[in-house]
């Protein structure tokens, strides 16, 4: 195996269980009547203090007839977006072992024929650098050069996950990575 220059991908690999999950989400979601509601999300990471994850995306739908909508986000910034059909919540670095909390008040425009809301899922999208989520590491790493080429050896552990990876409600797949560099 002769690796090409610059950065590649030498091994990728899927799990299924005994995944350790980076977050957990934990909305309280109340309706009043037919034109508001209030939603609560608490979004806690449950990973290590010093691992940051980054780009974090939180989808909350919305009912098609939302007319108004009032967002607080502890961290980050939350708004309705109606081309996107919900309430996203966007936070660009959240450190490890932290609760953040999101506030919404709805209001719905109420017509004749508007059928009963049904609570689609909340959706995630994020980077965890420096987290396995299967638990899996690279321990040792050797590189024989016949050349007299002097490669610098480095791995860097990336957890990326969006929202399409989770098409099949049975499991979560949190596709890990390992990627090696190798520098001119």
């Not at 919404?104 to 396995?132: A, G, H, Y």
Request: net charge positive.
């Amino acid at each position: 195996f002769i690796p090409p220059d610059g950065q590649f991908e030498l091994m990728t690999y899927r799990i299924t269980e005994n995944i350790n999950l980076p977050f957990k989400v934990m909305p309280v979601i109340n309706e009043y009547g037919k034109n508001k509601i209030e939603a609560r999300i608490k979004l806690k990471s449950i990973f290590e203090k010093n691992i940051y994850a980054t780009n974090v995306t939180l989808k909350m739908p919305c009912p098609k007839n939302t007319a108004i909508v009032h967002t607080s986000a502890g961290i980050g910034k939350a708004k309705y977006e109606p081309d996107q059909g919900g309430i996203m919540w966007r936070i660009k670095k959240f450190s490890g072992d932290t609760e953040a909390l999101l506030r919404c008040d709805i209001e719905l425009s109420v017509s004749p024929n508007d059928k009963e809301w049904v609570k689609p899922p909340i959706t995630m999208d994020f980077q965890v650098p420096m987290f396995t989520a299967s638990g899996l590491r690279v321990r040792f790493l050797r590189i024989y050069e016949k050349s007299g080429y002097k490669p610098t050896k480095w791995i860097r552990y990336c957890l990326l996950y969006t929202s399409d990876a989770a098409d099949d409600l049975l499991c979560v797949d949190l596709g890990g990575r390992r990627i090696i560099k190798k520098k001119k």
